[in-house]
């Protein structure tokens, strides 16, 4: 049994880059804590560095497979840890000008990237539920931060007490497959549904339900996303992105290894309640979202209906060819691709979204009536994030989407994939009505509203970045989809 602790040391640093910005925040002066964004995010930095060159060529586990290092948990630790440095750099104009605790605010982020590394790493369901739990304990007092807020404490409040029951169901189903396998270990589970095919425990299939419910709610899969709209709304924006991007794809990297590593001899009892829940996740997401007036709202309707689309990766992950489980490994690159493609596209419509609030103080989709002519520059980088969102070719959302539905069918999932196209055309409608607005209609008069919107150069500079990024891979994924392929053969070796 390995006990190397030195494994761990990308996460010490992560952990001692959180400590270190709490203590600093003591010592500075009020007028420089805004600085201290810079040393989260280079903490951050720092620790994928550490990563990548302790464990680049790693496969080793820590207390038998508690604690996994392969290219799958290095893929996502370095995903994760620069998704949380570019979404700190985004929030530091905010929170300069809303948050009065920006160590805090810094060090729980950094706390909640240490937990979305443990879930991706995690070799068991128990160590997994308590990365799971750091990153939900964070986010939960990050959504509330402004306490001065009525609708962020409001959505705070919601978001606790569903995710206390959430996890309640997660923690209850996990027992039950204690209960039927005598073990928690996903090698473990794998070997007991393999030697037990066919005549599976009723205790081992209700604990699987419960833990595809509690997960679903983590990924706001319908019908377990009635918290996200109004959590999205209340929390600070900086936070809803967060919880939009950063956080999805950690629990989507939860799913895949323990789906591919545990759950696969058990296909047959769990493909088509995924393929059913991706079904009503991509119906309601993308439906509901078309009557929303709020652009926090019709972005968290719309990061609904893409967890719908991930599902239908997640349910195309294998296929039953002579009674035997088929591992689809296209499925799971398309998955860990499309979290890549939707990080990209999301945090520059939540950057946008962030700079027009700091300047016009609402989040109503009136605001954004004629915005291309306060600021063409943040009108462009919207409309190709929404062009990406909806899926349009020559933009990494259309790759991203063609890979999902290509896996679809190589499982004989046709139907899934023809309902999930119809679902993002039904998305192409409200992404357009955004864009008509800031494109088409004229500015909302105001007296108190500014007639140009200026953009901080740290933010012009990262919309850039993320507008360059969504284009390019649209045009040339290759690098990206060598890494992932890489990432996704430690998890499907054999497929």
Do not use: C
């Not at 060090?107 to 160590?127: D, K, P, Q, S, Y």
């Not at 062009?387 to 991203?400: E, K, M, R, Y």
């Amino acid at each position: 049994m390995n006990i190397n602790f030195s494994l761990l040391a990308p996460e010490y640093v992560l952990v001692g880059v959180a400590f270190a910005v709490l203590t600093i925040d003591f010592i500075l002066p009020r007028r420089h804590r805004f600085h201290l964004s810079w040393l989260a995010a280079g903490g951050l930095v720092l620790s994928a560095v550490v990563a990548m060159v302790q464990r680049w060529d790693t496969v080793e586990t820590l207390y038998g497979g508690l604690f996994i290092a392969d290219k799958f948990g290095l893929f996502f630790f370095v995903f994760l840890t620069t998704l949380t440095a570019v979404l700190v750099l985004i929030a530091s104009d905010y929170v300069r000008q809303h948050i009065r605790q920006p160590g805090e605010f810094y060090a729980l982020l950094v706390f909640a990237a240490v937990g979305m590394i443990g879930m991706a790493a995690a070799g068991e369901l128990l160590t997994a539920y308590v990365a799971l739990e750091l990153l939900s304990f964070s986010l939960y007092v990050l959504v509330a931060f402004r306490r001065d807020d009525a609708h962020g404490n409001e959505a705070g409040v919601k978001y606790i007490v569903l995710g206390a029951f959430s996890s309640a169901i997660l923690l209850y189903g996990i027992s039950m497959v204690w209960g039927a396998t005598g073990t928690t270990y996903y090698d473990g589970i794998s070997e007991h549904l393999t030697s037990n095919a066919g005549s599976l425990d009723s205790t081992l299939i209700l604990g699987l339900a419960l833990i595809i419910a509690g997960l679903g709610f983590k990924v706001a899969a319908a019908p377990f996303h009635m918290w996200a709209p109004d959590t999205y709304e209340g929390a600070p924006t900086p936070i809803t992105a967060f919880l939009a991007v950063a956080s999805k794809a950690a629990a989507f990297a939860l799913i895949l290894r323990l789906f591919t590593q545990a759950l696969m001899p058990a296909l047959e009892e769990w493909q088509v309640l995924v393929a059913v829940l991706a079904v009503g996740t991509m119906v309601i997401g993308n439906l509901v979202a078309i009557v929303q007036s709020n652009i926090k709202r019709m972005l968290a309707y719309s990061s609904v209906g893409q967890a719908g689309f991930l599902l239908v990766g997640v349910a195309a992950l294998g296929h039953i060819e002579g009674g035997e489980v088929i591992s689809i490994k296209l499925a799971s690159d398309a998955v860990i691709l499309h979290l890549v493609g939707y990080a990209f596209a999301n945090l520059a419509a939540f950057t946008v979204v962030i700079a027009v609030f700091n300047h016009i103080r609402t989040d109503e989709l009136s605001a954004y009536s004629g915005l291309a002519k306060r600021s063409p520059y943040l009108s462009l980088v919207m409309a190709v994030a929404l062009f990406s969102l909806a899926g349009l070719p020559f933009f990494v959302g259309f790759l991203t989407k063609f890979y999902l539905f290509t896996a679809a069918a190589e499982a004989g999932l046709l139907w899934l994939a023809g309902i999930a196209m119809a679902a993002s055309v039904v998305s192409l409608y409200y992404y357009l009505m955004v864009v008509k607005r800031m494109f088409i209609d004229d500015v909302a008069e105001s007296d108190d509203t500014p007639l140009t919107i200026g953009i901080p150069r740290l933010s012009w500079v990262l919309l850039g970045g993320l507008l360059i990024g969504t284009v390019l891979l649209g045009v040339y994924p290759q690098p990206l989809a060598d890494a992932v392929s890489a990432a996704s053969g430690a998890i499907l070796p054999g497929a």
